[in-house]
């Protein structure tokens, strides 16, 4: 740059370059590109649209009059201590609004008739379950009374010694001791009332959700049906203002086998011919590069109303958009997370299926024992069989089916789980919930648990309830077993992001102070193994939402089915179907044979499982009708469930929603008055009059012909 003013005098260029410059620089204050704090919902956010002066004071008061109503007044001590830590926490680092809004949009939910289920370790927060953002209660599995009038909880060996035994509480104790979830428990009355004690609990650290000082931010992940999630994305605008709620942005990159093949293009376009290794260099260039912006499917970013979106980030329209209702993030969520709230309002099967099953059971309540999803059985012994073979469902497994009975149910169908259940036999929800853990988990079951409970390691043979399951099985066990609390949250941390085996000088130091504690030497192995764990909260809420789907395999197959196939199942095959368990049971042989499958045929593959299952049960598909067929849904008959429209290969949805609309608003007539009505192509036409689903309706129709049906019909 002193080069460059060369044509004045030295002194007078060097006050101009670097005496002015830095003069400049000393005026002007610094500037941060993003934000160091968190801008969260004000207190008095709702104070002028929901009344509510204090977001913090109108929380803290819903949760005492739950807690009382729940664990009675003066409410149990243990809940009280865990309510105070937890609130102070939250309403000390400003989290207290973003619980809320999650309580709303729950609660709307809810009052729509929509379950919703909890993702993530939200459900490690008693709080969260007070408010009913989640079904999960984190506490010691515990007996309550309905009437608020009794509660006891589990306790330790070192808490009994310690604190005692009330002489009411005895008979409980022994009975807690030996489970891992409160929905194990065997049924008891209240000592005070009589009335039928209610079982909860799945003891679960506040700790994993927030962090071991209660700071870290919080991701309430809420899974929504899919049929609603799009109101409750509205839902946050209507409550927050639309200039305050934004979709939160993502950013694709290009991928390592993506850049080499771009780079590969290039040179054979342009004649070059190269070495890999040549390739290989220029394509490293290119990685991670910004390839296309998007939009998270359910992230919503919230914005107080004191601050602007672009006090933080820029925004745009989702792929350029313009009549798009929702605005994006320019930047990538995790550049900001720590600057701005999130909601995840995802959408999920589970909540679609059950509000399905649960409009049948409202339209007919004599014939079920519940009429609130939130009362179907989770303890019902009959249900557990599913998981152990198929004698409940009334048959015996084989080659080709297996012998587990848990297709269709959520978490438990693949064939990796599947495999688990094989090995394991759970018959406890505890049981269930580690399954589901470790299925999400890497090297937690494979090359891992599966060894030490089929006994190929040197440990011997560990029993299966003892195994790590879930991130948070591991803080609760070392607690237990005299390590500090602080301590085995760390442990919990290190070992659940992977860390043993890349910083195996830290691991060495955790295994010592593990083994003071005489922490057996198969855990220590087991923890040292794992690169990835789920938390219990996340597994726990996905087995609920199962049960509840379960209870219907085994009390109400077809509405079952029927619910699957028309909610779940995503690829059929109409003409295998319908011909029943011999040509299913050839189909899915055929496809176990193939060796390219297709991602279409895997599909196919989990419906005909089902299908086959179905068939065996005694029931049938009945082929589509154009008077009795839904569009997309599965009707229960007498025989078994009517195939919809959709179910026909090359049937597309709007297809068969225009040849529904058409029917309802005059019958057909006959098979030119079908041709003439909808938009069924020739060659979908001639396959549904193969297989007779004109079969009553008339040949022809002059009147159509001539053009006069509409005046003589």
């Known amino acids: 740059m002193l080069d460059a003013f060369n044509f004045l005098d030295s002194d007078t260029a060097y006050e101009i370059v670097v005496t002015n410059t830095k003069k400049l620089s000393s005026m002007i204050e610094p500037v941060q590109a993003f934000p160091k704090e968190l801008y969260s919902i004000t207190d008095d956010a709702f104070k002028d649209t929901l009344g509510i002066p204090s977001i913090a004071n109108h ?60 993702r993530g370790s939200v459900g490690s927060s008693l709080v969260a379950t007070l408010l009913d953002i989640t079904e999960v209660n984190p506490l010691r599995p515990h007996y309550r009374c309905r009437n608020a009038d009794y509660s006891v909880f589990k306790m330790t060996d070192d808490e009994v010694y310690e604190q005692g035994i009330e002489k009411i509480d005895e008979p409980f104790i022994e009975l807690l001791k030996h489970v891992k979830s409160g929905y194990d428990l065997p049924n ?105 912006t998007g939009q998270h499917p359910g992230g919503i970013v919230v914005v107080p109303k004191h601050k602007s979106i672009y006090d933080v980030t820029p925004i745009q329209y989702p792929a350029d958009d313009v ?55 989770l303890d019902d012994p009959n249900v557990y069989k599913l998981f152990q073979s198929t004698d409940i469902i009334g048959f015996k497994g084989d080659e080709v089916y297996g ?39 890497t090297d937690v079951w494979l090359k891992n648990s599966q060894d030490l ?143 390219d499958l297709k991602n279409k045929d895997e599909d196919v593959m989990v419906t005909l499982y089902v299908a086959l299952e179905m068939t065996k049960r005694g029931f049938k598909f009945l082929p589509v009708d154009i008077n009795k067929s839904h569009a997309s849904e599965f009707i229960m008959e007498k025989d078994g469930l009517r195939m919809p429209f959709v179910s026909v290969d090359g049937l597309g949805m709007q297809v068969a929603i225009g040849v529904v609309e058409s029917r309802e608003e005059r019958p057909f007539v006959s098979k030119e008055d079908v041709q003439r009505r909808t938009k069924l192509n020739k060659t979908v036409f001639e396959k549904l009059d193969l297989i007779g689903s004109f079969k009553d309706l008339r040949e022809s129709s002059g009147e159509i012909e001539s053009g006069l049906f509409a005046y003589k019909y």
């Open 188 to 292: 008891q009355t209240c000592p005070i009332c009589g009335a039928d004690l209610l079982k909860d609990g799945h003891d679960i650290p506040f700790e994993t959700f927030l962090g071991f000082d209660g700071d870290k931010v919080p991701d309430i992940d809420l899974n929504f049906s899919g049929d609603y999630q799009s109101k409750a994305h509205d839902y946050v605008k209507e409550l927050l203002g639309e200039a305050y709620s934004f979709r939160a942005g993502t950013i694709q990159t290009v991928a390592e086998r993506n850049a080499y093949g771009y780079v590969k293009g290039y040179l054979e376009d342009q004649g070059i011919s190269a070495r890999s290794a040549y390739i290989e260099r220029l394509a490293k260039g290119i990685e991670g590069v910004r390839r296309s």
């Open 453 to 595: 409970v089929l006994g190929k390691t040197q440990f011997g043979t560990i029993s299966f309830d003892e195994v790590i399951g879930c991130r948070d099985d591991i803080m609760v066990e070392l607690s237990n077993r005299g390590m500090s609390s602080s301590k085995a949250f760390e442990i919990m941390e290190f070992v659940r992001k992977g860390k043993p085996s890349s910083n195996p000088a830290k691991w060495n130091d955790y295994e010592a102070e593990m083994k003071a504690n005489k922490i057996p030497d198969w855990y220590i192995w087991s923890a040292s193994q794992i690169k990835y764990m789920f938390p219990k909260a996340h597994a726990t809420a996905y087995v609920i939402m199962a049960m509840r789907i379960a209870w219907f395999k085994v009390y109400k197959p077809l509405l079952f089915y029927s619910g699957f196939f028309s909610k779940r199942a995503v690829q059929f095959d109409h003409d295998t179907m319908i011909s029943g368990y011999n040509a299913i049971r050839n189909r899915i042989n055929a496809l176990l044979n193939a060796t």
């Open 59 to 118: 929380i803290t008061h819903m949760i005492d009059q739950k807690a009382k109503h729940l664990y009675g007044n003066p409410i149990h001590p243990y809940v009280k201590a865990r309510i105070d830590r937890e609130l102070n926490n939250i309403i000390e680092n400003k989290f207290a609004p973003i619980y809320f809004i999650s309580h709303l949009l729950v609660k709307k939910s809810l009052d729509d008739g929509y379950l919703v289920g909890s």
């Open 323 to 377: 009549k798009s209702s929702w605005k994006t993030t320019h930047f990538d969520y995790h550049s900001f997370e720590d600057n701005l709230l999130k909601l995840d309002i995802l959408g999920h099967d589970d909540p679609t299926m059950i509000k399905f099953l649960m409009d049948y059971v409202l339209k007919h309540p004599g014939d079920f024992p519940f009429s609130k999803a939130q009362d179907i059985p």
């Open 403 to 441: 012998d587990i009975a848990s297709y269709a149910i959520p978490e438990f169908g693949t064939p990796f789980t599947r495999q688990m259940l094989q090995d394991t036999k759970p018959n406890t929800f505890a049981g269930l919930v580690k399954i589901s853990g470790l299925s999400h988990g």
